[in-house]
């Protein structure tokens, strides 16, 4: 039984974005913790351990976490769930999972999970990996602690401050004619085909990102390089900005050893896309 839309009507509305819990979910600072009982985020690897056995998953409810975490967790107040102060915690791979709960991945094709549990499991995911990449300082190597109030952290040794680093990254849909192209990494599945797509580097906008990935990945040149929308990735923490381009010159010669294929496929004769809930799959909709 799948849980999401068949559709979304923009990339506003996509899993992972903030848009989707806004009627359920308040973020809040680590330090606004209330006490008492309330919902938990339990996170083991990139699945959400929920309660199961209801029409719908729900988060698991006490005043303590319900199952053990990794030793050297402590669990973060991250804000309040449908009126609920909600704690995050990761759970450890070795940690079994009782009967009446059940850990849903949240990078299935078709999770299990409300939309607003699933995006909840993708910004705790994300947390999770800015609580890690920060344990120590960039400058000097020494603790950080929390800043007041918000996310950011300050080393205690020296006065450096840093904030959750979010890494930019472009996805595009590329048409000649009735045609698109699309490529496959070696690791997918058969017949598994997705988008040209990379991280910015120093000093291009994403438009110029977009042409140099696709050049760089195909050897072919593109024009006409149009914003669609955006789509947080929270594995760990990209920020995707998805685009459409026209073909202008050149021929398919894979340039990236990341690829195992490129090809031009009809529009009305598509391989395997990648899931409804990507903006891989938004972009190739759009332009079907």
């Known amino acids: 039984m799948s849980f999401l839309p068949a559709g979304y009507a923009s990339p506003v509305d996509l899993p992972f974005n903030r848009a989707s819990l806004k009627d359920h979910f308040k973020p809040e600072a680590p330090d606004a913790d209330p006490g008492g009982a309330g919902v ?20 698991p409810t006490a005043e303590r976490a319900p199952l053990d975490a990794v030793s050297s967790a402590q669990p973060l107040y991250i804000g309040r769930w449908q009126g609920q102060p909600c704690r995050l915690l990761a759970v450890s791979q070795q940690v079994p999972i009782p009967q009446h709960l059940t850990a849903e991945p949240l990078l299935a094709r078709d999770p299990h999970l409300t939309l607003p549990l699933l995006s909840l499991g993708g910004l705790g995911h994300m947390i999770l990996h800015w609580e890690t990449v920060s344990r120590h300082c960039g400058n000097c190597g020494g603790a950080m602690i929390h800043l007041d109030g918000e996310w950011g952290k300050q080393c205690q040794q020296c006065p450096a401050t840093h904030f959750p680093r979010i890494h930019p990254c472009v996805i595009v849909s590329i048409q000649k ?37 696709v050049r760089e990945e195909t050897g072919i040149e593109i024009c006409n390089i149009r914003y669609i929308g955006s789509q947080c990735w929270p594995f760990p923490s990209q920020l995707m900005a998805g685009f459409v381009a026209d073909y202008r010159a050149g021929e398919l010669v894979l340039q990236d050893r990341e690829l195992s294929e490129a090809e031009w496929f009809d529009k009305q004769n598509l391989p395997t896309l990648p899931p409804q809930r990507s903006i891989a799959r938004y972009l190739i909709d759009a332009a079907r």
Request: glycine share 8%; proline share 4%.
């Open 177 to 213: 004619d009735d045609q698109l192209l699309l490529v496959r990494k070696a690791e997918w599945p058969d017949n598994r085909f997705g988008l040209v797509a990379g991280f910015v580097d120093f000093g291009e906008n994403f438009e110029e990102a977009v042409a140099r990935e």
């Open 40 to 59: 938990w985020v339990l996170l083991q690897k990139q699945s959400l351990i929920v309660v199961s056995g209801g029409s719908a998953p729900t988060l």
